[in-house]
């Protein structure tokens, strides 16, 4: 298997040139260098630490975590093509610790015979269980491969403990939409692999469109292109007229105004949040609408409400917080469109309770006092003492046990400082 999964006879012919190629636009326009990447710049830019590890072959095991059509796979095959190394790739949907086992085996023959590197792309690693993820701990440590594990989903609590600690982990951005631009342009022009051998008209207002409704997902973006390329008619010029409504076909999704990277997007969270804030059902549930119906990511809108209860319910409800949890498993569980009911009767919990904001008035006192004052000691009486020598120097000395007192006790547990500092103020 060479660095692409190409076949011989695909390395002797070009991409073909035509939308009757069966290699799908975004595979044929997948970059293969960091002058085409484009995105990450925080990851990969001139004189991050992960492009210099790359350029001096010296890339560790990672974790990419981000969105689909961010880059993930295809910075793994630049990592591999930059380091002249045998690149497998592995999808944790079908593949098994035999698997594994069958691809160190033939890692460590590359490197004894050939001095060859094996990088293992693994493509949606949280799907592996705990067993199958253990498999690779030994192979990781003894540098057997590089293993370059890819992830939509928090990897803090998909990917084990003691793998995750033996890899770099690299948070991938959505693209923005000038970025999509950029590719679908590269991809119009590009006679090679793309599409610019076929006479194609479409407006910038229309890539523009395509960009947007995307998802922030170069993948969906291209696919979206090429399939629109072939069904679109033909002008007098024969040329192929690629309209809006050509795109919205393409993407299967109604046009809402709903740019999840721009303002509209803001525009909308901070319209649903502020009618909960103010206990309008009926319009907190209708911008709820806007966004789920938009595509927009059911996890992204359960981790604000979850934010709400909080900042803005409170001990005033404090089973509000146990409804978005609730809501945000339900979302991870099951997803759209099933979950919109989950979401939309928090939604409305949310809104029905009784609103404080004590708790989040209360830690931003703290948030001030530690940004501005020293940090200040912790008192001796309420120190750990698991030692005989910091008992010895006074480490929890004289500190109250308060189950053992029927009375109220007397005791300070902030610094002397700060002794008296109110922080949490009640309303009521």
């Known amino acids: 298997m060479n660095l692409f999964g190409e076949t011989k006879q695909e390395k002797k012919q070009p991409f073909k040139n035509n939308l009757k190629g069966f290699i799908p636009l975004a595979e044929r326009m997948r970059p293969e260098n960091f002058d085409d990447f484009l995105g990450q710049e925080e990851i990969v830019g001139e004189g991050k630490i992960l492009r210099l590890a790359i350029e001096k072959d010296g890339a560790p095991s990672m974790i990419f975590w981000g969105p689909p059509g961010t880059g993930k796979t295809t910075l793994a095959r630049i990592i591999a093509k930059m380091t002249k190394s045998a690149f497998i790739q592995l999808s944790a949907t079908s593949g098994s610790v035999k698997d594994i086992r069958e691809v160190v085996r033939n890692a460590e023959k590359s490197r004894e015979f050939n001095g060859q ?4 792309f693994v493509d949606e690693i949280h799907r592996f269980n705990k067993a199958q993820q253990d498999a690779f ?29 033996r890899c770099r982990v690299f948070i991938f951005k959505a693209l923005r939409i ?8 590269r991809a119009l ?9 076929i006479k194609i008209k479409i407006a910038p207002q229309t890539i523009k469109f395509l960009a947007g409704m995307s998802g922030n997902d170069a993948r969906t973006a291209l696919n979206a292109l090429e399939l629109a390329a072939k069904f679109s008619p033909k002008d007098k010029n024969g040329a192929m007229e690629i309209s809006g409504d050509a795109i919205k076909e393409s993407l299967q999704k109604t046009h809402l105004l709903y740019d999840r990277d ?6 909308i969270i901070s319209a649903l949040h502020k009618s909960m804030r103010g206990s309008d059902v009926n ?28 900042e803005d319910i409170g001990l005033a409800d404090p089973n509000a917080l146990a409804q978005a949890v609730a809501a945000y498993q339900a979302c991870h569980f099951i997803g759209m469109p099933e979950c919109n009911v989950n979401l939309a009767q928090v939604v409305a919990y949310l809104a029905r309770a009784p609103k404080s904001n004590e708790l989040y008035a209360a830690y931003q006192r703290v948030q001030e006092d530690i940004k501005n004052l020293p940090a200040y000691p912790v008192p001796l009486h ?9 008992k010895n120097i006074g480490y929890g000395k004289d500190y109250k046990y308060n ?22 103020e009640e309303k009521r």
């Open 117 to 120: 590197k094996t990088i293992l």
């Open 137 to 165: 701990l030994p192979y990781v440590e003894n540098g057997a491969i590089i293993l370059i594990g890819a992830t939509t989903e928090n990897p803090s609590f998909e990917v084990n403990s003691a793998l995750l600690s």
């Open 178 to 185: 000038p970025e999509i631009e950029r590719i679908l342009r």
């Open 189 to 197: 022009g590009d006679k090679e692999k793309g599409l610019g051998n």
């Open 262 to 267: 721009g303002e509209e997007h803001y525009n």
């Open 283 to 310: 319009a907190a549930l209708y911008w709820l609408g806007r966004m789920l119906e938009a595509g927009e990511d059911p996890l992204f809108v359960a981790r604000r409400l979850a934010r709400f209860a909080s």
């Open 382 to 390: 309420i120190r750990n003492a698991p030692t005989d020598l910091m």
């Open 403 to 424: 189950p053992n007192f029927t009375e109220p006790v007397e005791q300070d547990y902030l610094p002397a400082e700060l002794r008296g500092r109110k922080y949490f």
